[in-house]
């Protein structure tokens, strides 16, 4: 139920959503921000807030730090933090204007993120539906960060539209991504941004991992039976679930749960792995490639089972050939050809589970041993369950499995790679 990295839906999440929260939805009333206007006009005819030098504008910020403490900047001091939804991540805003700040982490050494560079943040960036009249521009300088790059851009949302000042860069630490929202890029507005970026701080702080379990041969297997998936997020190889057990993990997890499964709680968790164990997509598959067979397209060419497909369901080409391909494999393996597809997602779903907190260790290994114990029955070696798998996404997806079939690839050759553990060893409850 998900195909793309997560962390590069989290990214546009940050910019469509998170600014969103408090940048377009009329913070103030438009008294208030009335009152505002007139109050920074006030200060340009004291001679404040035209360009008089990062010294004098910083005399009316105050410094905002992310709730791990990783990251600090000056901002306006009656600007209000609201939760960015991750402890390294600071949303701040004004209480009556549109104006704020969103900024992001990265960290280079942590699972989290697929982030590798400053193309991925603008691309995440960027790509939105909601951003329009995307333009480079120059970077203000950021104390200890390089690579900075920068762009303007216009992000509407729910009919209401706010200007962003996209700031990109690294330290050696981390990503970082800042979007200024402002209702007008004017000198004032980019004096102010010039001399809140020069405060930038980060400071580095160790990732915790809270996880309990040891990584034995058994838990290898668990984790190998969903590499793929686990490669195509970005995350860790060698940990269940994919990633360090810690507060940040769990709203990732969460987050992933909620809006691919619709888990949000213990009770919802049980009735999807329910759902995936008793019947899963290969019901659904079982069903169609019955109805294809009794159509009377058993034994026909591939050429004439796509055509077929086409003008008797309305399909065009691609998908009728993503279900004429699987029929076909269907002829060979029978009613358990995707079997794998629902088997690896459990397994992938009982690590996210024991990440987000629904299950505990205990339950989560439990649940994927007797899964685990199934699949050997069902199947031969990690290449008979590969192809169940990736024949199960292409009739879930209706696209190529081709990105998926490389990754396999790659993680087979690797030394000491997930699939260097034995499909057929013998699995044993190790915790």
């Not at 377009?24 to 009335?34: D, H, I, M, V």
């Not at 049980?270 to 019955?290: Q, V």
Request: hydrophobic share 35%.
């Amino acid at each position: 139920m998900y195909g793309m990295k997560w962390s590069k839906v989290l990214a546009a999440a940050g910019i469509a959503v998170i600014l969103g929260a408090f940048a377009l939805q009329g913070c103030g009333s438009k008294e208030s921000s009335s009152e505002s206007s007139q109050e920074t006009n006030a200060k340009k005819e004291d001679g404040v807030g035209e360009n008089d030098g990062a010294k004098d504008l910083t005399e009316d910020m105050k410094e905002f730090t992310s709730k791990d403490g990783s990251v600090s900047i000056m901002l306006d001091k009656s600007w209000v933090s609201s939760d960015a939804g991750l402890d390294s991540w600071m949303m701040i805003g004004s209480p009556v204007t549109n104006d704020g700040l969103v900024l992001m982490q990265f960290l280079k050494d942590s699972s989290l993120f697929s982030i590798t560079g400053i193309e991925d943040m603008k691309s995440s960036a960027t790509s939105q539906e909601e951003a329009s009249n995307v333009k480079d521009t120059d970077a203000p300088s950021i104390p200890g960060m390089r690579s900075l790059e920068a762009q303007t851009f216009t992000l509407t949302q729910n009919g209401q539209s706010a200007e962003v000042f996209a700031i990109y860069g690294e330290t050696d630490y981390a990503y970082y991504s800042l979007m200024y929202t402002v209702e007008e890029l004017d000198d004032d507005t980019m004096a102010f941004i010039n001399a809140s970026s020069a405060t930038f701080k980060d400071i580095p702080v160790e990732v915790t991992d809270n996880s309990v379990v040891e990584v034995t041969d058994t838990v290898r297997w668990f984790n190998a039976s969903c590499a793929i998936l686990t490669a195509l997020n970005g995350w860790d190889l060698s940990r269940f679930g994919g990633l360090p057990l810690n507060d940040t993990s769990a709203i990732v997890a969460q987050n992933t749960l909620s809006d691919s499964w619709g888990v949000t709680d213990k009770a919802s968790a049980d009735e999807n792995l329910d759902w995936i164990i008793t019947e899963g997509h290969r019901a659904d598959f079982i069903s169609s490639m019955k109805s294809i067979e009794e159509s009377g397209m058993a034994g026909q060419s591939e050429d004439a089972r796509t055509q077929f497909l086409m003008e008797t369901f309305g399909l065009n080409e691609d998908e009728a050939k993503i279900y004429s391909d699987a029929y076909k494999f269907y002829e060979t393996k029978g009613e358990k050809a995707i079997d794998g597809w629902d088997y690896c997602r459990a397994l992938s779903l009982l690590g996210l589970y024991y990440v987000g907190g629904y299950y505990t260790d205990t339950e989560a290994l439990d649940k994927s041993l007797e899964i685990a114990k199934i699949m050997q029955e069902k199947f031969e070696s990690w290449d008979e369950v590969t192809d169940s798998y990736l024949a199960g996404y292409e009739f879930w997806a209706e696209v190529s499995s081709q990105e998926r079939r490389q990754i396999y690839e790659e993680l087979k050759a690797m030394e000491a790679g997930p699939y260097t553990v034995d499909f057929k060893m013998t699995l044993e409850k190790t915790w």
